[in-house]
């Protein structure tokens, strides 16, 4: 039997139906909002992630907490399947779970030898069951160069300096998407031409196109987004006023780098 990993539920029951007998590990979160604090074991980087989402969405803490333990035991439990199989997209959304997923595997790669990585183009929740059974043979033994830039990339995210960003959004062949949803993660900090981060401008281009609506607004910034990592819960956060990523960071978009400015 192998346990799947895979980026949310809209996957789960396709995956189910692909591979009937084997278990399907959704990894809800939204590690493009809310604190990343590093330093953490995953028991308590889960505790402060919960702690964000319940006082986001109006769930009870103890539910949204005894979630992710139950998602995490899973995970721990990965020595118990023959093949530990992770499936995710191209975009900052999966990019973020892949490389935290990927971290913990690095602390447990001696005893992970199955473990295995589909990386894929398209989005996984749009595709037929056929599909994900002409993909599983494609997957590939996770790499120590793999895992290595995981890792860096883990650890930069939750720097509390995102310039570490800036080494890793050169494309590689070991996460071949990892660079440009790193630079796309990036853009939404303040820009250094009008301190508004893309989505924040782009909203506002839509606006002034007359769009209004708060459903049309979402679509339409779907739409011009390369690869969409934004559901509408993340957008509508922003859409009312979240402010830009970080404080005392700008980011330049025409240099590809951050610079530092009075928070």
Known sequence: MKLHITNGDSVVGTLQDSFPGDTILPWRDVLHDGPVPAGRPLSEFSAV???????????????????????????????????????????????????QILDWFATQAADAPNLRLIQADDYLGRMEPAHFTELYPARQAVSAAQLSLASAAWLAVRSADPAELEPLLVPNTELPFLAAALTRLCEEYPWTTDGLSRTQRTIRELKNQGITDRADLFTAFTRQEEAIWMGDWSFFRVLDGEPPRGTGWQWNATLRRFESHPS
Do not use: C, K, M, N
């Open 49 to 99: 992630r919960a702690h964000f989402l319940a006082a986001e969405s109006g769930l009870p803490y103890a539910q949204v907490l005894s979630e992710f333990q139950e998602r995490d035991g899973l995970l721990a439990r990965y020595a118990e399947f023959d093949e530990t199989v992770l499936w995710f997209e191209h975009d900052l959304y999966d990019q973020l779970q892949l490389i």
